[in-house]
Nanobody, 122 residues
């Protein structure tokens, strides 16, 4: 089993930057991929970015590439999402996910965190 806890969400203004963290605990050695998703009120959960836990390969939703950067620190069992030039439409609950076999733009991850709220004011 793997547990995921996100942090870093807060209220910011348009144009600001913010870094989210996702700390993994438990059987982290078994992880293959991790990802960030977000869900805005009244909308479907959408994929943001993903990274392979050991190799560090990355994959982004097209519209996020260039503004968002996903990374991980294996020594700290932590994945990050650096978000720059934030827009009001980035307002959502950001959730991290992890899996022992898959990664990328899929919702079939085995493990999910509770989420952290990001609110961007105009």
């Amino acid at each position: 089993q793997v547990q995921l806890v996100e942090s870093g969400g807060t209220l910011v203004q348009a144009g600001d930057s913010l870094r989210l963290s996702c700390v993994a605990s438990g059987r982290t050695d078994s992880l293959y991929g991790m990802g960030w998703f977000r869900q805005a009120p009244g909308k479907e959960r959408e994929f943001v970015a993903a990274i392979t836990w050991h190799g560090g390969a990355t994959y982004y939703r097209g519209s996020m590439k260039g503004r968002f950067t996903i990374s991980r620190d294996n020594a700290k069992n932590t994945m990050y999402l650096q978000m720059n030039s934030l827009k009001p439409e980035d307002t959502a609950v950001y959730v991290c996910a992890a899996d022992e076999q898959r990664w990328g733009p899929t919702t079939e991850y085995d493990y999910w965190g509770q989420g952290t709220q990001v609110t961007v004011s105009s």
